[in-house]
């Protein structure tokens, strides 16, 4: 199958530290891919480097098969690479509704001027971006929150919340950063409905994970990072019963145990 | 020595502890371990009284911890070292040592004779005793670290991953420590860790966290045999 | 019904700026009135910066200042229409805007900020020392009244029909924009710049475009005041006049028409107000916007929603 983004060789150091180190993946089109790893292994390194909000010291990304060089965040955005983030970033004075319209791409987008002059135009846009942030708030179930204020929302709201809105930018990969952490059991089944039904309508999805249950259950492929570096790659099965992951997760023994 | 029951934790609206239960008995080594997220950061931070539990006790030879402040936690022999080595980089490692002794009131003489005690089980450290703390490996400002933690008198001696970021070679060297600290002072020490095989094989009993639940508990030496473990860190 | 609720209040208002001149016979209080007019404008243009995207600038003083030179020095040196005088102010508000917003704006951090401080500088300096064309620390006298129809505006109730006329219409702009993606976007850059990147939106552009129709509001704003008054001086296009339009919006609520409206009126006014207080009057001032801003942090617009929210608990509670 035909990959939608693949990374070539990225590295990345922070000062001493090697954060990524000759760093190849290839996620295919319309699978979902978990990246996993021990703390600190370079997880969120590498979503950023994807995102462009930091540039890599060497190496490559190409998405739909086009290099992203040097392109910003906003731009690699606008191509189709849409994410959330870890610590949910949403815009909290505004509505839910707000939320959604605010990042919607629409075929109608006009400028300040005709925003202020033309009354015809502006209401044509805003109704074009209302309908298509009501639909995606259908879409994950969150309709009936729409004129919410965003800073009231309960947790697990605000993170589907925060999916929907990456949504509504069209993205043709969507790139989760732990989007599990922190809800409950309940919540936990809902996101992964959501993320099936993502999966089922064709956009590839891409995220960092460190629920076990949650990457095991609705994986394609699962890359294994340890200290900056690959270390494994596979299906869930076969990352379970690879030693070297193992090691990662569990550690070794202690050597000089009876000596 | 160290009882807690039925705790529960909260971060804003999400709950870091499920109804934890644990018991830690005099001279022993009990890890907690789990994979990330797990709970354990917020375990050990909520019995140093940096979080307050929504509900649940703590009880340290039967007298409750809930409501106290750090430097109080600290004053009855509760010894905390965090993960991330925060050692003072500025300082010599001797001021390092020092420091820990800080709300201890010693005199010079005392000062002295635990310090060598401490630099006895750290040669290392004796070796390197003017330099500043920035200036040592990764692996001696852990032991720095540990030997800052011992100059408070501790009580009960709780370590927050010791090995992340060593290489394996140290790591065994830190616990080698860890287990000699245990032999010399007969204090129960907490050990937190993600290298589960390590804390297995070094503990007497261990407790597995698992997204703030307490998922299994036992002696370690049947705990690191079991599947268990593996299914906690890597699902199944 | 909400929507027909803000309609009538609107109206209500705007009656009441209408009538309001029929009350005053102190020629004083007649300039003061008209003065206020132009800070709100003032107030709505500095609203798109720092009231909507959320970003300090301290320019303001020295942009109201260029558009009053501008037309100022039109007129009086070459003899041009005020009225053509007013519109090449709103000219030099957006280059202003655009040369001072372009390389800034683009940057993260506080480059903006610290660029309008040092533009406040360079431009006070320059309006002083350049005193072939500005006649420095004398300022510009004799800038001729606007007129309309014949009917010169002066410092006149007409000037204050006038004014309202335009502040009207800067109001009808501000709400065009504040309820477009325009507002809602500078309101998202304002509460979380690094997701709005990631909505594949270009902030730049818009914190840019926010700046220059502030910048031309405000320049516009200074060239009614250049008419109003006849003269000009470098030494009230300082620091402290830039302060005193921040006040307005911290005081009235960020990024919110009626909040520039009430700080605009507030700020004006109640120095005047304070002034039996002799030279105290300032430091009385101060202490009072302090005290209200301890307990309505989010400014007289918001004391609607507060009544509103407290009602609500209370109704909730039987």
Known sequence: ?259 | MLEIKGLNVFYGEVQALHDVDMFVGQDEIVSIIGANGAGKSSLMKTIMGENRPKSGEILLHGESLVGKHTHNIVKEGVIYIPEGRKIFYELSVKENIEMGAYSRKLTPKQLQEEMDYVLDIFPRLRERINQAGGTLSGGEQQMLAIARGLMGNPKLLMMDEPSLGLAPIIVDEVFDVIRTIREQKHIPIILVEQNAYMALSISQRTYVLELGYVTASGKSMDLIESEEIKKSYLGG | MKKNTRLITMLICLAAALLLPLGISSHYNQVLLNQTVVYIIVALGLNFTMGLSGSFDFSTAAIFGLGSYTTGLLTTKLGINPWIGVVAAIGMGAVVGLVLGFPSLRLRGIYFVLATLGFLEIVRQLLSNMTWLTGGTNGVANIPALEIFGFSLGESRNFYYVALLFLVIGIAISYRIIYSKWGRTLIAIKDNEIAVDGCGIDKASFKIKAYIIGSCFTAFAGSLNAHLFQFIHPADFTFDFTVRFIMMLMLGGLGTIPGCVIGGIVVTILPEMLKFLGEYYWLAFSALMLVMMMFIPYGFASIPDVIRKKVKRAGGKD
């Open chain 1, 1 to 259: 199958m035909e990959d939608i983004l693949r990374v070539e060789n990225l590295s990345k150091q922070f000062g001493g530290l090697k954060a990524v180190d000759q760093f190849s993946m290839n996620v295919q089109r319309n699978a979902i891919h978990a990246l996993i790893g021990p703390n600190g292994a370079g997880k969120t390194t590498i979503t950023n480097l994807i995102c462009g909000e930091i540039q890599q010291d060497s190496g490559e990304i190409l998405f739909q098969g086009e290099s992203l060089g040097t392109l910003k965040v906003f731009e690699r955005a606008r191509k189709g690479i849409g994410r959330t983030y870890q610590n949910i970033r949403l815009f909290d004075t505004l509505t839910v509704l707000e939320n959604m319209t605010v990042a919607a791409k629409v075929e109608h987008s006009y400028g300040m001027l005709r925003t202020i002059f033309s009354y015809k135009s502006s209401q044509m846009e805003k109704k074009e971006r209302r309908d298509k942030a009501m639909d995606i708030l259908k879409y994950i179930g969150l309709e009936h929150l729409a004129n919410e204020h965003v800073r009231g929302l309960p947790y697990g709201n605000r993170k589907i919340l925060e999916i929907g809105r990456a949504l509504v930018t069209e993205p043709s990969l969507l790139l989760l950063d732990e989007p599990a952490a922190g809800l409950n059991p309940s919540e936990r089944r809902r996101l992964m409905d959501i993320i099936y039904k993502i999966h089922e309508d064709q956009i590839s999805v891409f995220m960092i994970e460190h629920n076990m249950d949650v990457i095991m259950t609705i994986s394609d492929r699962i890359t294994v990072l340890n200290f900056g570096k690959k270390i494994a790659e596979g299906t869930p099965k076969e990352i379970q019963n690879n030693e070297e992951v193992i090691t990662a997760y569990l550690g070794n023994r202690f050597k000089k145990q009876g000596a």
